[in-house]
C-alpha cells in the first residue's frame, strides 16, 4: 500500500511560484512512476507531469513553466510552478502508477494510489 501527502498549495498572484511536495509512505518508491494531475471547478482531472526511470513528461499547458522532480533518498516528489496563471487554480493531485511514465503520459495506463489534493489558487 502506498498512501501520499501533498502539500505547498496556497494562494499566488499572476506570475508567482509555488513548490507542491508530495510525502510517500509505503515499499518501493523507486520503481513507481510519480506525477501531478490537477481539477479545476466544473472540469475534469488532467494531466500535468509524470516522472520515473524512463523520462520526464509534461503536458502541453504547463511545459517550460512547471518541473516535476523527484528525491528518492526523502520519498517526496515535487512539482515546482512558476509564472503562474489563473488558469492553473485548481486542486493539485500526486499520484503514483506501477506502469511507465510513458503510458501515464499518454493516458494508456492510469495511476494506481491519489493523494488528497492540495488547492493553488492563482488571482489575476
Known amino acids: 500500500q502506498v498512501q501520499l501527502v501533498e502539500s505547498g498549495g496556497g494562494l499566488v498572484q499572476a506570475g508567482g511560484s509555488l513548490r507542491l511536495s508530495c510525502a510517500v509512505s509505503?515499499?518501493?518508491?523507486?520503481?513507481?512512476?510519480m506525477g501531478w494531475f490537477r481539477q479545476a471547478p466544473g472540469k475534469e482531472r488532467e494531466f500535468v507531469a509524470v516522472?520515473?526511470?524512463?523520462?520526464?513528461y509534461y503536458a502541453d499547458s504547463v511545459k517550460g513553466r512547471f518541473t516535476i522532480s523527484r528525491d528518492n533518498a526523502k520519498i517526496t516528489v515535487y512539482l515546482q510552478m512558476n509564472s503562474l496563471k489563473p488558469e492553473d487554480t485548481a486542486v493539485y493531485y500526486c499520484?503514483?502508477?506501477?506502469?511507465?511514465?510513458?503510458?501515464?503520459?499518454?493516458?494508456?495506463?492510469?495511476?494506481?494510489?491519489w493523494g488528497q489534493g492540495t488547492q493553488v489558487t492563482v488571482s489575476s
Open positions: 516522472t520515473d526511470w524512463s523520462g520526464t
Open positions: 499520484a503514483a502508477a506501477m506502469s511507465s511514465g510513458w503510458q501515464i503520459y499518454q493516458g494508456i495506463s492510469k495511476c494506481d494510489y
Open positions: 509505503g515499499r518501493a518508491f523507486s520503481s513507481y512512476a
